[in-house]
């Protein structure tokens, strides 16, 4: 089994830019992910995994090398690990995995889908919170719209504690996602304050997109001039908006129980 010891050794460095870089991710097609349970879902998920590196100062080989056939294992020390290790537990475990195509194309829905499309999200964390989300009520698929933030990004990764690899996930500009979702038949409700009903009043037990905006200025004209209907939370305190992830959820669960959670 290859080892490497050093933090100047030339892979290391190379997947030292593969976290910091975006660039890096996109030139070479591949990212990394850290922890177990993460890795097993990329597995379960289909992802390919080209590298698998353990620290055996934090996690026994015999644990992990189920993982790794036909992929190469390389056994690192504990300075080379906390050198490429993105949070502050440690498991000692991390892998290497090419990306997989976010083309709308690839999207594989059913006959009646629901599905949350997020304008412009900037912020990691709540990209990987909307995946969690979305994994956890079952839905068919997360579309983002004029992406900001490289969804490889290993915040996001960490953010969604594998719900990057559990959902089908798709990005495009917003023309893109509207032509899409036209041409498949699916009513579009607009979570925006404008000439908006309780989100609680339309029925979404038909194909269904939820789209929802940022938190700083919700979403684009675009949007809202092709709305079937456009949605509200209605808001009991003194605050105007909340999380994105948070008012996703909402959506999401009500849609779901009008689908009797199936």
Known sequence: MKQITSIQNSLI??????QEKSKTRKQTGTFLIEGKR???LAIRGEYKLKTILYCPSFVDYNTIQHLAHPTEIIEINQDVYQKL????TTEGLLAVAASRSLDLSDLRLPKNPLVLVAESPEKPGNIGAMLRTADA???D?????DPKTDLYNPNVVRSSVGGLFTNQIATGTSTEVIDYLK????????????????YFSPDYQKPTALVVGTEATGLTQIWRDVSDQNIIIPMQGALDSMNVSVAAAILLFEAKRQRNFK
């Open 183 to 198: 041409q498949n038949n699916i009513a579009i409700y607009c979570a925006t304050l404008q000439d908006s009903t309780p």
């Open 38 to 40: 993460e890795i097993e």
């Open 85 to 88: 290790a993105y949070r502050d």
């Open 13 to 18: 460095k190379s997947l030292v830019q593969l």
């Open 141 to 145: 698929a997360v579309i983002i719209a």
């Open 137 to 139: 009520a079952g839905i």
